[in-house]
């Protein structure tokens, strides 16, 4: 796949396109995706995915608290990639982008200087200024300026519209299972291993301590979860916390950290993926250490019996 940031210099062969921020790149996405990639065989054209960075909603609506992304731009590409896209078109999303209405939008980006001829659209996309930009407005368009349009239909998992929003809901609540059934992928995150204050070692739990790539992107709700940790080109099994550690800390800072099972590499300053399996139980306060330790024996069971599904 070939990535473009902007539009100068495209060299596309009757590109035939499909326009989102596509975060997370769910079940829904990848219905419009082949419905792409089928116009594009039958127009003997290239798919090209138009996306934005940073996410729209940190533009037009900046006051509000970041509206956190399920995927970063890496991990985006990584997908789209392996999606079967052709193309990937980064636009940097500003003010005055969304500025534009959908007949300018059309006319001088899409048609003027990426010069599509095939146009793929969700069940619900608008786009230009105040999302005027309606299948049935771009459809004259279509005819004006001569590319093919088609809408795509709903995706759609037990009479349910899959979104991205529907997975953030999902992913803040820690319901891990819906999260990766909309995806059709598991849920992961990569971050570097940095220092923590080793309370974990002491216990029994020694844990990586991570800090995400990318501060932007959505963690799950406060709790124990089954993982599986890439490690360079190793898959290890293990047990993640993530929260502000009520028992140990005062300070009310999120930690992310990660117990590998029969693991005994240095791996400070490395970066690491973590995948999310299950959740074991939500984010408690105990008396002390030793309860804790308890605990974490139980919660160690709980994630050995999820990664035997896994497994």
């Not at 798919?47 to 399920?70: A, D, M, N, W, Y």
């Not at 368009?141 to 529907?166: D, G, M, P, R, V």
């Not at 995948?275 to 939500?282: D, E, K, Q």
Request: glycine fraction near 8%; charge should be neutral.
């Amino acid at each position: 796949m070939q990535i473009h940031y902007g539009t100068a210099d495209l060299h596309i062969a009757n590109p035939v396109a499909t326009i989102g921020s596509f975060d997370g790149v769910h079940k829904g996405h990848v219905q419009v995706i082949e419905c792409l990639k089928k116009v594009a065989r039958n127009l003997q054209g290239e798919t090209v995915i138009i996306s934005f960075e940073p996410h729209p909603r940190e533009v037009l609506h900046p006051q509000e608290k970041r509206p956190g992304i399920l995927t970063t731009l890496e991990e985006k590409r990584a997908i789209l990639d392996r999606q079967g896209i052709e193309h990937l078109i980064i636009l940097p999303f500003t003010r005055s982008l969304a500025e534009l209405d959908y007949q300018e939008f059309v006319r001088d980006l899409l048609v003027g200087q990426i010069g599509i001829k095939g146009l793929v659209v969700g069940y619900d996309h608008r786009f230009g200024k105040n999302r005027e930009g309606t299948f049935e407005k771009l459809k004259e368009l279509s005819a004006k300026y001569h590319f093919y349009i088609e809408q795509e239909e709903a995706y759609e998992e037990n009479q349910i519209n899959i979104s991205s929003t529907k997975i953030r809901n999902a992913l803040q609540v820690g319901d891990i299972d819906r999260v990766n059934a909309y995806l059709g992928y598991v849920y992961s995150f990569a971050g570097e291993v940095v220092a923590g204050d080793k309370i974990g070692r002491s216990i029994g739990f020694p844990t990586a301590n991570l800090q995400l790539k990318d501060d932007r992107k959505l963690l799950p709700a406060p709790g124990v979860y089954a993982v599986k940790v890439l490690v360079g080109q190793e898959t290890f099994s293990g047990m993640l916390n993530i929260g502000v550690r009520p028992t140990v800390s005062r300070s009310g800072i999120v930690r992310i950290e990660v117990n590998l099972f029969d693991f005994g590499q240095d791996i400070y300053g490395k970066e690491i993926r973590v995948s999310l399996l299950a959740r074991i139980r939500g984010e408690r306060k105990f008396e002390n250490t030793d309860e804790l330790q308890q605990q974490l024996l139980r919660d160690r069971e709980e994630v050995q019996k999820h990664l035997k599904i896994w497994s």
